[in-house]
């Protein structure tokens, strides 16, 4: 049995899920490989009985992850199993992504879902999953990564009645009004993505080309291309990467972070907490720090006044 783990992480979190339950299914297969999506085409996917794809939430799906299911050659039955890290509010990921996986022709033999911490310029820090994920949430990614590979290898050999039905579509209410009024505002929530080239340091500095999600960025080219100029960061669902990791203040969000952030402030705390209450009252969320902790009035740019918000190595360190 071959197995690959594809991921596509922006804050880390998702890569060590990934990376965990590599470590899991190797107990259980031959070979195990884990890529970062980028480094991804489909015809390595041929040389593989099974495929792992994970992401973030972001509100569904991020567009690196729905182009790769929607521009996939037919899969002919491949088995996938599908996972996320996400906040507060993880509830139209599987929804969205798995019936897409089916339509693609792959069959969806399992999906798992992690809280991670969260890192957006107005969201709370620290966050209410800060800390997630931990060595708990690493274990039970390699008991999942060794469970698929098990799985897999069973239903390869005519143990059909493993494959999992899809799972119902029971979206939280609260959840489901947040998500859909964030998407019916136009464009980019967190703002208009701007860049100063009078500020920007490239070629010294390829950081947010080296970053971006679908390579919107490209300094090389003549004349230079930067996605926000146009319209199209808006189908990143409040993306704005970017602007976090820029060392030099390029990158702004317009209206000015500071001035956008304010209205947010204590805005979204109790639609937040219900959902979180709820989670910790099921078992499906572990609070690793009090409620009273959490930087509600300090947002992550507020919290973490010095550029770059968020530092990410000169070179990603890519799989
Ligand atoms: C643009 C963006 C949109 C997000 N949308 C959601 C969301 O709708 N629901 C949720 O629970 N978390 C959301 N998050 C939080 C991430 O899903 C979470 O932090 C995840 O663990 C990040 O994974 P990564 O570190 O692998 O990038 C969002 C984060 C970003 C950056």
């Not at 929607?70 to 996972?83: C, L, M, R, V, Y």
């Not at 879902?113 to 209410?128: A, F, I, K, L, S």
């Not at 993505?193 to 010294?204: E, G, L, M, N, S």
């Not at 030099?248 to 959902?275: Q, Y």
Request: proline share 9%; with cysteine.
């Amino acid at each position: 049995m071959k197995v690959l783990v594809i991921y596509f992480s922006q804050s880390g979190n998702t890569r060590k899920v990934a990376h965990s339950i590599a470590e899991g299914a190797r107990e259980a297969a031959e070979q195990v490989d884990v890529k970062s999506i980028k480094n991804v085409t489909y015809d390595m996917l041929e040389n593989y009985d099974l495929i792992g794809l994970g992401s973030p939430v972001w509100k569904a799906d991020p567009p690196n992850i729905r182009k790769f299911y929607k521009e996939a050659p037919d899969q002919n039955g491949k088995h996938i199993f599908s996972f996320c890290t996400h906040g507060t509010m993880p509830g139209f990921y599987f929804p969205v992504v798995l019936p897409n996986l089916k339509k693609a022709g792959f069959t969806v033999i399992g999906s798992r879902r992690w809280y991670g911490n969260v890192v957006m310029p107005g969201m709370p820090e620290p966050y209410y999953t800060a800390g997630h994920p931990d060595e708990i949430d690493l274990e039970e990614a390699r008991g999942f990564g060794r469970e698929m590979a098990e799985r897999s290898r069973r239903i390869y050999e005519g143990e059909t009645q493993l494959i999992p039905p899809m799972p119902e579509n029971n979206v939280n209410q609260d959840q489901a009004v947040a998500i859909v009024n964030m998407l019916l505002e136009y464009g980019n929530p967190q703002g208009k993505i701007v860049r100063d080239p009078r500020k920007c340091i490239y070629p010294k500095c390829t950081r947010c080309m080296d970053n971006c999600t679908m390579d919107y960025i490209d300094l090389s080219a003549d004349p230079q291309k930067f996605g926000s100029e146009g319209k199209c960061c808006n189908d990143n669902h409040e993306c704005a990467w970017c602007f976090m990791i820029c060392p030099t203040g390029a990158i702004r969000l317009e209206p000015d972070i500071m001035e956008h952030i304010k209205p947010f402030i204590g805005v979204r705390k109790p639609l937040f907490e219900n959902i979180l209450d709820e989670a910790e009252k099921n078992g499906e969320f572990r609070r690793l720090i009090p409620v009273e902790e959490v930087g509600f009035d300090t947002p992550y740019c507020l919290a973490h006044p010095k550029r770059p918000y968020f530092k990410v190595p000169a070179k990603p360190k890519e799989d």
